[in-house]
């Protein structure tokens, strides 16, 4: 019996499947969430606060959190990172 995914990796399957891109982008998504939600925490800012800084619905930040929700704009990236302080840095690896 020939099993076709032996020897290869993960990424290979999703690859495979057409999946890779999706994936990766949600797993970039989730981090950068991660990281504005961990500077919100250490300044003491909640959503609310947060959405009111950026001047957009409290709606429209929480998708950037939402975990099943990979797509998500660089503007509002951009827009949440500035008004943390902060700067968004995109860079092709």
Do not use: P
């Amino acid at each position: 019996m020939k099993q076709a995914h032996i020897g290869s990796d993960f990424d290979d399957f999703l690859k495979q499947d057409g999946l890779l891109a999706e994936c990766e982008a949600g797993a970039l998504k989730r981090v950068v969430a991660w990281q504005i939600e961990r500077e919100m925490k250490r300044r003491k800012i909640s959503r609310a606060k947060l959405a009111s800084r950026m001047k957009t619905k409290r709606a429209t930040l929480d998708r950037l959190f939402a975990q099943n929700q990979s797509s998500v704009t660089l503007q509002l990236l951009e827009q949440a990172a500035l008004a943390l302080g902060k700067k968004l840095r995109v860079e092709l690896a």
